[in-house]
Each structure stands twice: as C-alpha cells, then as structure tokens.
C-alpha cells in the first residue's frame, strides 16, 4: 500500500523556468511533510518541509503548497538550474507535534534541467 | 559540523555470510533512523533507534535483521545469512533531540550480495 505516492517518474525543464514537481498522500494521520533531493550515489538531501497548519512555505528558490483537502503537495523550483537535476522524494510524517518519528517517502521524479 | 557517517560505502558479501553497517549520526543528533532502497524504488522505513532503545522496527524484517544503538559508538544494522534479495543501498538518517522533524541522511551503504 503504498501511501505516498509521486506519479511522474520523470520531468524535463528548461534552464530559467519553473518545475513543479507534486506528491499525493492517503494517510491522513501524516501532518509534516518533506521534499529531498537525491544525486546517484548518494544520500538524500534536505530541501524544504512544511507543516499541516501550513499551505506553503518557501525557502529561496524552494517552495513547497499543500493542499490538505486534496491530499496533495507540490514543490516549485524557481528558477531551474542545471545543479537541479536530480531524484526529488517527497516523504511524509505523523510526527507534526515534535515527536520524532519514521519518514515515509514516494518513489520518486528525476529531474532534468535542460540547458 | 560532520554529517551522517556510514561505513562502509560498498560491501560485498556471499550468500549466507553476515553484514554488519555502521552509522553515527551528526553530533547533538540522538534519534537514528535506517532506510532501505531496493533498484528503482524509493526508501523504506527500517528502523528507528534512540541511545540503548528500539523505539519503532515495524519496517524490519523478522527474520535475520538486527539493529543497535549503544550507549557509546555507532549504531549497527546486522544482517545475518545475507540473501542476494538484501542486496540494496541501506541509508541512515539522525534528527536532533527534540522539536525538529527532518532527518539529516547519509551516503549510504551499497550491500551486494554475490
């Protein structure tokens, strides 16, 4: 059963313009939420999270909307940079009072900024 | 600051041999997660430890599979009579004490089991 679900594995952008990247969820015990960024090799990176009590946040380039109605959230990247070019998971939680606990995450979109 | 740790990077073991992965989280960090990725799919939950406790392993398979936090050193995830189905990146993730949501990853362990 999968939860947490990005339902394009892949998306192509051009350099300069916007990515919009989105994640659905059926949970809805799952109150935080998490975008990380995956280069091959390595481990998932941080990039911006956002709250239940929210419906967006943005961080620099970074911007994250919730829709809670809908179960769905969506990452923009504004602009796209080649340095974009990545796996992007979306994770969830049920850990929004301050009590740490486990991530589940989507499958995944790659990424890829066209120059 | 140094990030998440894990060693080692790439491990190559035979059927029915043990692996054993080590992760010490970021300092001031005392909750440790681990993840699995299996080729072509996102992570999966595994377990998660704070200092001498299990405090959730519903993602660790019953069989085989271990994990450990001690009091002083690295956390170790243990698989015993490695399968080529084991054969994954194994993650590990460390968030701080209190308050803060995300989990901060490492480079991740690539097990091959021959």
């Known amino acids: 059963d999968q939860q947490v679900k990005q339902n394009s594995p892949s998306l192509s952008v051009q350099e300069g313009r916007i990515s919009i990247l989105n994640c659905d969820y059926t949970?809805?015990?799952?109150?935080?939420f998490l975008w990380y960024k995956k280069y091959p090799a390595e481990g998932p990176t941080f990039l911006i999270s956002?709250?239940?009590?929210?419906d967006k946040n943005e961080d620099g380039r970074f911007t994250v909307f919730l829709n809670k109605s809908a179960k769905h959230l969506s990452l923009h990247i504004v602009p796209s940079q080649p340095g974009d070019s990545a796996v992007y998971f979306c994770a969830a939680t049920s850990g929004g009072g301050g009590t740490a606990s486990k991530l589940t995450f989507g499958t995944g979109t790659r990424l890829q900024v066209t120059l | 600051n140094a990030g998440v740790m894990q060693n080692p990077r790439h491990l190559v073991r035979r059927r029915g041999q043990e692996a054993r992965l080590r992760c010490s989280p970021m300092k001031g960090h005392s909750h440790v997660y681990w993840y699995r990725q299996l080729p072509e799919e996102g992570l999966k939950f595994m377990v998660y430890l704070q200092k001498e406790n299990i405090i959730d392993e519903s993602g660790m398979p019953k069989e085989r599979f271990s994990a450990e936090f001690p009091k002083e050193g690295p956390s170790i995830l243990r698989i015993q009579q490695v399968v080529r189905g084991d054969s994954a990146a194994y993650f590990c993730?460390?968030?701080?004490?209190?308050?803060?949501?995300?989990?901060?990853f490492g480079p991740g362990t690539r097990l091959t089991v021959t």
């Open positions: 993730a460390s968030s701080p004490n209190r308050g803060r949501l995300e989990q901060y």
């Open positions: 949970n809805s015990m799952f109150d935080y």
């Open positions: 956002i709250s239940s009590i929210k």
